[in-house]
């Protein structure tokens, strides 16, 4: 037995099939019945409303093949609902808290040991800190570590945290990180010799940080070997502007990071 379409038209008289367009806003389109043109300016179910340049309204309905867009024939549909939007994020990856006020500060700080690795902190975390209340204040080194800890009295509602540079085995460093046995501090580190090398080359647009030989100073080495001018800040301050986000540090120091805010934030700090 023969199977036969429910149209009988035959082939050659089947109109050709036209491209489905969705309606979207400023769509310059004209119908094809009254030759009105104008630009979409609202699609709702089944109908579409046209605005020609006079401001003059027309609502026409959704038809096959109702409409001449660019001289050709097609199909206007609804268009599509847009995505849902996503959630946003803060610069460490945390979801955004829109409208929220910063806490109270917290007795709890966290304590890294210069004015980059400060202000590194607060272009990634600033807005995750503020809204749990900790204050970043740093630190010229961490030679006198002991007595500042000494001094800040930490204890359970006011926790130390703090992030040391090259903090490796063997180290000056690390040594006096191990001197410091209080409970309610913590001291965490990364392996870097300076929180610069923490900022992925690529995110700078360099293959890899430079090695300066042991001796030199080594940001003004790494100024000169990248040809960048003999002045740190400046260099600072265009490394900084690179960060963006979480995804242009290392993961060595991002988790050091996440690690003391955690510290200083657990339940009764």
Known sequence: MRSYSPDLTPPWKRPAPVPEVPAEPDLVVEEV?????????????????????????????????????????VTLVRPSAPPPARPARTASGSLAVPG???????????????????????????????????????????????????????????????????????????????????????????????????????????????RIPHGQDWKTGVCRALGWPDNTGAAWQHILSRVRSYKDLEPALLGRVEELIDFVTEPGA
């Open 100 to 210: 929220a006020r910063a806490r109270v500060a917290r007795a709890g700080r966290i304590y890294v040991e210069g004015r980059h690795d400060a202000e590194l902190v607060e272009r990634v975390w600033g807005d995750d800190l503020r809204i749990e209340g900790v204050v970043v204040e740093y630190l010229e080194g961490i030679d006198d570590l002991p007595s500042i800890v000494a001094e800040f009295a930490p204890g359970p509602d006011a926790r130390l945290g703090v992030l040391v540079d090259h903090l490796v085995a063997g180290s000056k460093e690390s040594r006096i990180a191990a001197s410091v046995t209080d409970p309610h501090v913590l001291v965490v580190g990364h392996p870097y010799i300076d929180v610069w090398e923490a900022v992925k080359p690529s995110s700078l647009g360099i293959a890899a940080w430079p």
């Open 33 to 73: 019945a009254t030759g009105f043109c104008g630009a979409v300016i609202r699609c709702e179910a089944g109908t579409v409303t046209l605005e020609d340049r006079f401001g003059k309204h027309r609502v026409f309905p959704l038809e096959p093949r109702g409409f001449l867009l660019e001289g050709k024939v």
